[in-house]
């Protein structure tokens, strides 16, 4: 991570596809496209890749989740359990339908802790989200039990995780619905551009429907399209999908060398005493897009990010203190900061953050680094890497 590290000749020949027509939408003007129809192909090409049924692009992973969650009928006082350790768009895409981000607590995985999950269940509970952070997944197997018995969604947020796997089966594809991110900074890019993918068909069809003004996308004349019901502009452009369609087909050349780079640097940073790593659930195979692992304690955690960056180390993250993706810095949440008047619900329900006790997640966040695992490396910068980080890390631990 990230795809626009290795970028070049397969995406401008794609790109150029689109531009030789001119036909920048997907939808339409068919004599006019030359038989290009790059976010149609990217769809099938998803499809067949993840081994899922159908796949919906829209126009960021954001608006994927929006999409995923309208499509299952989520709205107004619905709640929605998600992680404290996620990116600012959970909560955004919960709250853009009115409906209730309720947070839980991570564990050792950093991700969704089943039995905090199980313990925030009420009677207005409709979706459990995991999100798969850094490249590793929740314990879906868990997770999905705990859906079956009280008849929930799962709906897994796989944006830093593609290419991953659990039981066999690609990440976002285990749940009822997933969600990809193809923004700049992910594994595979599309400059902007999101995916939602699900084996149920009429969650589907509310997608394509739901991410195009509600186009019924019925016949070849847009203006005669029947509205079954209200949506909104979610589309993806022709050429986005089409810088995607050549992503994705480095996709799993990009695995290779990210676990390569990852196994190298865990295999040094493993001879380091009182270094953990984050666990990952049986039965899943991390996309290796980060290489996460556990400090001491959170003050050993803090100077190592610290001393880490100081010696040229770059891309480590001690998401604790990050404003982005940590519930701590989450004030615009627990305060309800918006720019326009929020829905009675939300009000009503939106629970008060700024109070609550994520100790367990405390526990875990505070004593985490997480290091990106580039795609351009050399296999001699990765053992300079390896070693430098073996020195800061040992200078610490006592
Ligand atoms: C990037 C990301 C998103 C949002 O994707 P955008 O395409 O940037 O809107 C959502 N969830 C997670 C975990 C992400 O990393």
């Known amino acids: ?22 036909v920048l939408m997907r939808y339409g003007f068919d004599s006019m496209r030359n038989g290009h129809y790059k976010a149609l192909e990217l769809e099938t090409a998803l499809s067949k890749k993840m081994d ?61 802790d089943p039995v905090a999950v199980e313990k925030a269940i009420n009677h207005r509970t409709k979706v459990v989200m995991p999100v798969h952070m850094c490249g590793s997944m929740a314990n879906l197997k868990e997770l999905k039990v705990i859906c079956d018995r009280h008849s929930l969604l799962l709906l897994e947020d796989a944006c830093q995780a593609i290419g991953g796997t659990f039981e066999g089966k690609a990440l976002g594809t285990y749940g009822d619905l997933g969600c990809f991110s193809f923004d700049y900074v992910k594994t595979i890019t599309c400059g902007e551009g999101g995916a939602v993918v699900t084996n149920n068909e009429k969650f589907k069809i509310n997608a394509d429907r739901y991410s195009d003004h509600g186009h019924d996308h019925i016949g070849s004349d847009r203006g005669a399209e029947g509205h ?31 676990k390569r780079n990852y196994t190298i640097i865990r295999e040094a940073l493993s001879k380091v005493e ?17 290489l996460s692992f556990f400090m001491p304690d959170s003050e050993q955690a803090k100077k190592a990010s610290d001393l880490l960056k100081k010696s040229g180390v770059d891309g480590c993250f001690y998401w604790y203190d990050n404003n982005w993706h940590y519930y701590r810095k989450w004030q615009h949440l627990s305060t309800k900061q918006s720019l326009t008047k929020l829905s009675f619900e939300v009000n009503e329900l939106l629970p008060d953050y700024s109070e609550a006790d994520f100790s367990k997640s405390d526990h875990w966040v505070g004593r985490n680094i997480s290091c990106l695992i580039k795609l351009s490396w050399s296999e001699n910068e990765v053992l300079e890497r390896a070693n430098k980080m073996v020195e800061v890390l040992s200078a610490i631990i006592r």
């Open 52 to 112: 899922v049924d159908h796949v919906q692009l829209v126009s960021s992973g954001t608006a994927a989740l929006t999409v995923a969650l309208a499509s299952a009928g989520i709205g107004a006082g619905d709640e929605v359990i998600m992680p404290t350790f996620t990116f600012v768009a959970s909560f955004e895409s919960i709250l853009a339908l009115g409906a209730i981000p309720i947070l839980v607590d991570v564990d050792e995985t950093l991700t969704l």
């Open 1 to 22: 991570m990230p795809g626009f590290e290795l970028f070049g000749d397969l995406e401008r020949a794609q790109v150029n596809d689109v531009l030789q027509s001119g």
């Open 228 to 258: 079954p019901f209200m949506g909104y502009n979610y589309r993806i452009s022709e050429l986005n999908a089409a810088v995607g369609l050549a992503q994705l087909k480095r996709l799993d050349d990009f695995i290779v060398i990210q």
């Open 274 to 290: 009182g270094i953990t790593f984050r666990s990952v659930p049986e039965g899943g195979e991390e996309s290796y897009a980060f």
